[in-house]
């Protein structure tokens, strides 16, 4: 059973070996002239002008959280969309019915983001 | 083909018609911000699903499969847990304006959390099991936090957060153990598994760990600390509703589990004795701590961990009287103690001290608002349980079923720590009545006026106890012949 | 291959959670933490589905993901109300309660 693996680890060992090869290669190969236009964080462009560790603005929160929820309320579609075929060959309405109850969940998550929208939790500003 | 799909969903109505209104609530509230109307709207959900609970109170059925048990025991919790929520949408209208946080969401979360409630009272399966629970424990974590400017509210919002999802955790691999070990999630094909596959380790490591879910959720000894915590820094009436309604629920949850999907002998053997001594424990330390508070809202959530001492030695005796008791308990405990904090709330006096709401800010206050003073010694009372108000009859229920199953000692340390309750319910009372006013800080004493729909609901809430305490008779019975010998064998 | 394998990583995994949620202090990676172990029971839930070829506990799977987004949103919601009170995380610093 361990011997189906043998491929992968071939594999790992290839792609370690590459990469801390070219690392080297390059330190080897390249010039290296350190500089202050070189050290600079962004080589022959803008200067920056403040710290990059800034705090985030507490709305990057709300858009995470809300998309947290409504994202993964999706994952409800899936075994919907896979079962739908069956209903439609069950016939009788059943695919009305599988239907309507898709319909108001979706109902149910455009309510949720009706309210999201009229409380201004979209609102950047 | 599919008809039985309208059926069943006339089966579960109840728990779509609050969830319906809920939606509504949202609605109304998204185009009409915390409109007044959206307190009548979410009472009139909750009577008219009260109503139709009714109406099955003797009609037991299965839904969905057997994912859903309607009727019967179920309809019972469900009008506990609707009682509970109702009393407290509108106690917490004044309380909220008071404190100004009166939203409109408020009242949407207290139904969203009822639809969760109702789905776990009336579980078959363990994925409604879970569905339910954290339906209802997410929208108590949102309530628990609601006064979002207050320390002590985000901190007992965290604390019930943090705890409440670890214990979610243990819960679930309880599910999925029993799960792996059964070969199924409904609870009557559970039983049925059982009677011939032998039992694992897994099998006893997830009732084990389902226990332990259950038994964080209704707070009992040694998975209580969140309780006092918690109930300190929710809002006051919310902490009513979070102290009964979802505790019924999980109660009710947890008698259907023990009745109908374990196997009997495993009941009356190791998992008697396990929930026994929780409950004794439960009892002593609750009772014990609670004589200890000089805050009356945290002697309230002691006072809380003891009563589902009491609640748990009815479960202990796993018989239909102890179920059937511990259901009736649940009545009258939920009416009780939405009164208590219902006062409670009433009488809270400053919104920065109303966290550290002391006893002695309630000196003389019968005097000053005899309503509140009369309606509280009611409560009081029937939370010690003096005849003749409903707490009496759920005692003695729930310890005459524990003596009629053989735990005879565990009756004996109830009705002691019962005594020692006394002690600290009559001390509020003393302080309420007793207490010259001058002993209350100033603050306390400034003159308000009640409002009439909080007059209402105590009064009738205290009507109802002695009612019940008076003549329980049909109550009684209908509580304990859902789980009858003959009625749990036929599966129902 | 067998069911063992993925009980067993479902309960190292689960231990390294439980663990996670007695020894961190930060609010967040205590709730991590219980992320984990939550994902955890999910793994051996789809385990014992495939092994039973019986579909229930990946329904409880897909239940379970939808539950821990809800409470992953009301929890940071709740503990940025608490950091803007309080500006910490550290839950050994939060107790006003006693008694």
Redesign the interface.
Known sequence: MITDFVPLFIMILLALGLALTLLKLQQWLGPYQPGKIKGSPYESGQDPVGSARERYS?KF?LV???F??F???L??LY?WAVSFGEFLQ?G???AL?ALAVVGLFLF?LV??L??DI??GGLDWD | MYDFLLADTARVLPILVVAAVGIAVILLDAFRNDSPSIPWLAGAGLVAAFVLEGFKLYDPQVAFFGQVYSGGAAAFANMVVLLGALGSVVLSVPYLKRIGHNYGEVHALILFATVGMMTLASAGSLITLFVGLETMSVCLYVLTGLVREEKGANESALKYFLLGAFSTGFFLYGIALLYGATGTMLFSEMVEGLAVTERTGIFVGGVALLLIGFLFKVSAVPFHMWTPDVYQGAPTTLTGFMSTASKAAAFAALVVVLARALPVDLVAGEVQITLSVVAAVTMVVGNVIALAQTNVKRMLAYSSIAHAGYILAGLAAGTGEGYGGALFYLLAYTVMNVGAFGVLAALEWDKEQGAIQDIESLAGSGYRQPILGVTMGVFLFALTGFPPLAGFIGKYLVFAAAVDAGLTWLAVVGVLASVVSAYYYLRILVVMWMKPETDAPEAARQPFALATSTTVVLSLCALLLLILGVMPGGVIEAAQSYFDAGAIVAGR | MDLTWYLALSAVLFSIGVLGVLLRRNAIIVFLSIELMLNAVNLSLVGFSQGFGDVHGQILVFFVMSVAAAEAAVGLAIVIAMFRNTLTLNIDEINLFRG
């Open positions: 507490i929160y995470a959280m809300i947290i929820v994202d993964v309320e994952v409800f075994p069950a009788g309405g059943a019915g149910i309510v949720g009706i309210y009229k409380k």
